[in-house]
């Protein structure tokens, strides 16, 4: 046991710090990577660990293409933080962990673990991709055009990205948890992707709904922030208290429900 977790630390610290060069994560955002990567590469094992990175990996790659329109979003100009990091994180590790208390139910718990990353992953994928390739973004419950990468907004090419999204981690799980003691099958691959993309359609709905969105007191911007150029910005819609962050947990826990739903381990 000990020598997994020397591998994920190792493993978790080989992927946070160039992060943190790269400015994909913040410093905390990098610890939290670090601390969330260990226990779920540690415990988890190849299983594991090749879904997150994929995750990881792919959700990094697609945030530094360049963007060819402006966007409104929460995220930092120095990456992400370590709320960001657990927002999207815990669900996963807690997952992982059951796992490993619970031999029984160990191959349930681990395809649960795959539908929240897939949630993830699918919702990344179409923020990144919708955000820079996407024509139009509209709301996701009124239809209304919305400025590009504000909570809310789905575009064709977004979500087509969101099922892609949930599609490579189908494919990053499908070898390494035929090492379990029930192997996938088609059902329950197929589960996955379910759960990850209607993880990351929730993340709309939510962020149409119930997410914080304000107005910049000074230029009139819309912002997912309290603070716009330096000021207190005003609410105009969903509650202050709900932000990306907790609307991204909520859309992870979301995939793994629903994955958990459609498997069947009779």
Not at 40 to 68: C, H, Q, R
Not at 74 to 88: C, H, I, M, P, Y
Not at 111 to 126: F, I, N, P
Not at 176 to 184: E, H, N
């Amino acid at each position: 046991m000990t020598s997994n977790f020397l591998i994920g630390i190792s493993i978790a610290a080989i992927l946070a710090i160039p992060a943190w060069r790269f400015q994909a994560l913040d410093a905390t955002g990098a610890v939290g990577a670090i601390l969330v990567g260990t226990i779920i590469f540690g415990l988890g094992g190849l299983a594991a660990s090749v879904v997150l990175v994929t995750f990881f990996v792919s959700g990094s790659l697609l945030s530094a293409l360049p963007k060819t329109r402006d966007v409104i979003s929460e995220s930092q100009d120095r990456g992400r933080n370590w709320k960001q990091v657990v927002a999207n994180g815990l669900v996963p590790m807690i997952s992982v962990i059951v796992a490993t208390i619970s031999r029984s139910h160990e191959a349930l718990w681990m395809h649960v673990y795959c539908g929240s990353v897939a949630a993830a992953c699918a919702d990344s994928w179409a923020t990144e991709a919708g955000t820079r390739f996407g024509r139009a973004d509209l709301d996701i419950l009124t239809g209304n055009p919305l400025p590009a990468g504000l909570s809310g907004g789905i575009s064709l090419f977004g979500t087509l990205a969101s099922l892609a999204g949930a599609g490579i981690i189908v494919i990053a799980a499908a070898i390494p948890l035929g090492g379990l003691r029930l192997p996938p099958t088609n059902r329950s691959l197929f589960a996955i992707l379910i759960g990850g993309f209607s993880g990351s359609t929730f993340d709309s709905i939510l962020g149409s709904s119930i997410q914080a969105k304000f107005r910049c007191s000074s230029c009139h911007q819309i912002s997912e922030t309290p603070e716009h150029c330096s000021k207190p910005a005003t609410v105009i819609a969903g509650y202050k208290q709900i932000r990306n962050n907790t609307v991204n947990f909520a859309a992870s826990a979301i995939g793994a429900v629903f994955t958990a739903l459609l498997l069947d381990f009779s």
